[in-house]
Nanobody
């Protein structure tokens, strides 16, 4: 009942920037945590960054100082600003949202994924 739609991926040169967006829609009562994960070919999906409803953030060490996660609670949207991109950031990026639906049930929903390729 809760759908996530991502946008903003693409091809960028090393050192460049991209901004990912993920909008949640559907029977939403409240969203608690939102997060970005990524999965590179042949590797496990890893947590990149997360943000709570109050704005507390957490980052994997490899992106600290380069990536910034933020959210707009009024729009049920989470963003990932990625600067100083490196080839090793190449992956499919997925957003995740956890919260409560208007039916009173908890949910954990995933987006469809957006490809980020960092290459010269």
């Amino acid at each position: 009942q809760v759908q996530l739609v991502e946008s903003g991926g693409g091809l960028v040169q090393p050192g460049g920037s991209l901004r990912l967006s993920c909008a949640a829609s559907g029977r939403i009562f409240s969203i608690y945590d939102m997060a970005w994960y990524r999965q590179a070919p042949g590797k496990q999906r890893e947590l990149v960054a997360s943000i709570t409803s109050s704005g507390s953030t957490n980052y994997v060490d490899s992106v600290k100082g380069r990536f910034t996660i933020s959210r707009d609670n009024a729009k049920n949207t989470v963003y990932l600003q990625m600067n100083s991109l490196k080839p090793e950031d190449t992956a499919v990026y997925y957003c995740n949202a956890e919260g409560a639906s208007s039916f009173g049930r908890s949910f954990s929903s995933w987006g469809q994924g957006t490809q980020v390729t960092v290459s010269s």
